[in-house]
């Protein structure tokens, strides 16, 4: 069985003259927890898009659970879990509802999807609140119910975009240990944060700094190369280097 579960080699995106990822290269091994981080303008977001499948790569290869990114975009949709700190979940309709729409979305139905959907209330310890409004939910709530959403057709890969941002820290906390216990079960999570006490959380680390991958190691090895104590540390160093705003 091949560990590699997500692989790319000079990825690049160009819009028109503007380099906005630059031949970035890197491989992300089964249930591995991989911090992928960047200040703005790093162009880590779109180099998140083209992964999962929502924008085409201008040059480079690149695999996501076995698919091309070129050619295999809507197959790659299909075996990964997505959620984002800005739209996860929709506050109009109950955490129920929530969770069957996603759950058909991501190709459960019937039997599949009532199971799984029980089991997410079960372990979520929010059996009282599934005809509850999401928007009316503590933040924390819907992260964690988020998170569980984004895995429910047990996918082999999340990609997770800022997902505490705004969260208290205990919450934080809690989600993190929903993250280690999916990467316990072989579930691989590729994760953008602006924290960086959660860098440290995470197997390893890349950095991005205006389109291009400057550091990729563990927090460990990293803080041990740029002399450091924190990755907070690590990443200032690095983010000095930045030229250009939001990407």
């Known amino acids: 069985m091949n560990d590699v579960v997500i692989s790319v080699q000079n990825l690049t995106k ?10 970035i290269t890197f491989d992300v091994k089964r249930g591995e927890i991989f911090g992928f981080l ?3 303008g790093a162009g880590k977001t779109t180099a998140m898009r083209m992964l999962c499948g929502l924008s085409i790569p201008t040059s480079g290869k690149g695999t996501v659970a076995g698919y091309d990114v070129m050619r295999e975009s809507e197959k790659i949709k299909r075996r990964i879990g997505y959620m984002s700190q800005r739209f996860s979940l ?12 996603f759950a058909a979305i991501y ?15 079960k372990r979520l ?25 984004a895995t429910i057709h047990r ?26 216990e999916a990467a316990a ?3 691989t999570i590729f994760v953008t944060t602006h924290y960086m006490d959660e860098a440290e959380y995470c197997h390893r680390v890349s950095i991005m700094v205006d389109g291009e991958v400057k550091a990729l190691d563990t927090p460990a090895h990293l803080k041990q190369q740029f002399e ?3 990755m907070d540390e690590v990443f200032r160093l690095l983010a000095r280097e930045a030229k250009r705003g939001e990407v």
């Open 14 to 23: 160009q819009f028109g003259d503007f380099t906005a990822v630059n031949k």
């Open 38 to 40: 960047g200040a703005n």
């Open 90 to 101: 929709y506050n109009d309709l109950t955490v129920w509802e929530n969770i069957r729409l």
């Open 107 to 121: 190709g459960l139905f019937s039997k599949a999807l009532t199971e799984r959907g029980e089991e997410i209330l």
């Open 125 to 149: 310890n929010l059996f009282k609140e599934r005809d509850t409004l999401v928007g009316s939910l503590p933040l924390g709530w819907k992260q964690k119910l988020a998170f569980a959403i």
């Open 155 to 180: 996918p082999e890969i999340v990609f997770l975009d800022e997902p505490t941002g705004g969260v208290d820290p205990i919450t934080r906390r809690q989600f993190w240990e929903m993250i280690y």
């Open 185 to 187: 079960g072989g579930t």
């Open 228 to 230: 450091v104590d924190t």
